[in-house]
């Protein structure tokens, strides 16, 4: 890939907040989602994207529209069921586009003039769906029920991404979704006495693992049938997942001491060093000496050592296809 003179980022912070009531918790989390686009933005040479709404900013070298705890499905679906305590705001990947839709006039003026603007673009768009299976599993929605929410949410992703390539869009980068079985906070909040509910190998969480496997699954389905609508697109899949599970089953092959553990958590106390009343930010919560010997940060996110070794393998390969740079 040439070198890209814009880079545009949509994306989701996932955040701690889902497993509380996220309306009061707002001042207690730390989001490191979007340091992926950190990454691009030093591999390309280009200036951190500013945020889409800031005053003043120039955005003609790219824009960063990501929300905090954003939803692929829209609000209205989560209200319906219920389950709207759970959800950080009501932005979706339908409220970005709309952001960019608006932008695109001071970006560029004829249609000649957008199409090679944004063919000399990346796209980043996502990670989404964490936070819209964050919120049944929190509110304690069945399992079974939570598994039929992934052909939509991968059908909503889709269909953001369809809506940015009829806005020009050439070249996307579409995350998946990390193994959320291997996460402190997960592996916290549903600690099994059964050793069946747990992967041999990795001591990660079966199911919630096979939830994420099955929605990525999913969404490489849907990118696909896109990449054949749309041939002269590049149209890449971000795989979180292969990465992440490489670290959990091999972290000292990768420089990791330790792959289950959060590094900013609950004081070394408990397996995971996770404790929802000590959350990283939080009264009681310490942060490790070391934090790129650890693959999470706060029990939920990675560690910016797990996500520069990501953002290379989206880079480069092997985490991605295809690569960026391919």
Request: net charge positive.
């Amino acid at each position: 890939m040439e070198h890209r003179g814009l880079l545009l980022v949509l994306a989701a912070a996932l955040c701690l907040a889902g497993a509380a009531d996220a309306r009061h918790a707002k001042k207690s989390f730390t989001f490191t989602d979007g340091i992926f686009y950190q990454f691009a933005a030093e591999h390309f040479g280009l200036p951190l994207p500013p945020a889409s709404q800031a005053h003043g900013k120039d955005f003609k070298k790219g824009a960063n529209f990501a929300i905090t705890g954003a939803t692929a499905l829209e609000y209205s679906f989560f209200k319906a069921h219920g389950i709207d305590q759970r959800i950080w705001n009501t932005g979706s990947i339908n409220t970005q586009i709309g952001w960019l839709q608006k932008m695109k006039p001071s970006l560029c003026k004829s249609e000649k003039e957008c199409k090679d603007y944004f063919s000399k673009s990346l796209f980043v768009v996502g990670e989404f769906g964490g936070n819209d299976y964050n919120a049944p599993l929190f509110s304690g929605v069945a399992f079974s029920d939570v598994k039929t929410y992934v052909p939509l949410v991968a059908k909503a992703i889709a269909n953001g991404v369809e809506k940015l390539i009829e806005l020009g869009a050439t070249d996307l980068l579409v995350p998946g979704i990390l193994p959320i079985g291997c996460f402190p906070l997960y592996l916290t909040l549903y600690n099994s006495s059964k050793k069946s509910d747990y992967n041999a190998r990795t001591g990660c969480l079966r199911r919630y693992n096979r939830l994420a496997f099955h929605h990525n699954r999913e969404l490489k389905q849907q990118l696909d049938q896109l990449q054949k609508k749309y041939p002269k697109t590049k149209i890449m899949y971000g795989d979180y997942f292969k990465a992440a599970m490489q670290f959990v089953v091999s972290p000292g092959k990768f420089g990791f001491s330790t792959a289950l553990q959060a590094c900013c958590g609950a004081g070394g106390s408990g397996a995971y060093n996770f404790n929802l009343k000590k959350k990283c930010g939080e009264a009681g919560a310490s942060v490790c000496s070391n934090p790129s010997a650890y693959v999470s940060w706060d029990g939920i996110h990675m560690t910016e050592a797990a996500y520069r070794m990501v953002a290379n393998g989206w880079l480069n390969g092997p985490y991605a296809s295809p690569p960026i740079m391919k």
